[in-house]
């Protein structure tokens, strides 16, 4: 999963990308207003931190760019403003929850997975296709109880297509949402951590649906 995290504190920034990266996400850094409203409108991202002070152009202005432009993704907010009437209007430009400056990064990192999470349309933390069970909390899959252990690009992958089950999720899609912005994997790279996982798992639970992509599904699909 992707994240885009628009915070001008350049220490906090770098902090955030850590907590997210060892919850096996991937976070695009973005240190001011008018990067942040480009990159959102731009680039597809599963959630977005935003900060409500940055320069340039401020974190409300670019949340009302993002929804009048049609960018449904989550939006976390960041502030350092704990009066109800400023929460209040960022939930009105369209945040859909709200973080006070000092914070626990492990709580923003729990917020960002369940936005994620609910986005997709699942209401628990612990996602399930067939025998495989994906703890979003604690990062770990395992099959009929049996914990499975990835790479982290492995790791990356496989909770991607576990947020969407039973879908055909192309080859762009996946490296649009596991890789950062300054990254882009060839085919081949793909096809190699796909076999990676598919020999890990030991069933036929990633399907090659042909010149459209890949699908997780525990039902019969093509090999």
């Known amino acids: ?31 001011d207003g008018r ?3 480009f990159a959102g409108c731009t680039e597809r991202y599963d959630a977005a931190v935003l900060d409500l002070g940055l320069p340039h152009q401020d974190g409300m202005g670019v949340l009302r760019h ?3 432009q049609g960018v449904a993704m989550p939006v976390l907010i ?27 990064m492990d709580e923003a990192v729990v917020r960002l997975q369940a936005l994620i999470r609910r986005a997709r349309g ?3 933390p612990v996602l399930q296709v067939g025998p495989l069970r994906y703890d979003s909390h604690a990062g770990d899959f395992s099959l009929g109880g049996q914990r499975l252990v990835f790479t982290a690009q492995e790791q990356r992958i496989l909770a991607y ?18 890789y950062a912005r300054d990254l882009d994997p060839d085919s081949n790279t793909l096809d190699v951590l796909i076999g990676r996982i598919r020999r890990k798992l030991g069933q036929p639970l990633i399907h090659t649906e042909r010149g459209r992509g890949f699908r997780l599904s525990a039902g019969d699909g093509l090999a």
């Open 66 to 68: 993002w929804r009048e």
């Open 78 to 104: 960041l502030t350092g403003r704990s009066r109800w009437s400023d929460k209040l209007a960022g939930f009105g430009a369209g945040a859909d929850d709200y973080l006070t400056k000092p914070f626990l």
């Open 122 to 124: 699942h209401g628990t």
């Open 161 to 178: 297509l576990m947020h969407r089950p039973d879908c055909v999720v192309s080859r762009s899609e996946i490296a649009e949402h596991v």
């Open 35 to 37: 990067e942040a409203a």
């Open 1 to 31: 999963m992707r994240v885009l995290v628009a915070e001008d504190d350049q220490a906090l920034a770098a902090r955030l990308a850590e907590a997210l990266a060892q919850a096996g996400l991937v976070a695009d850094l973005a240190r």
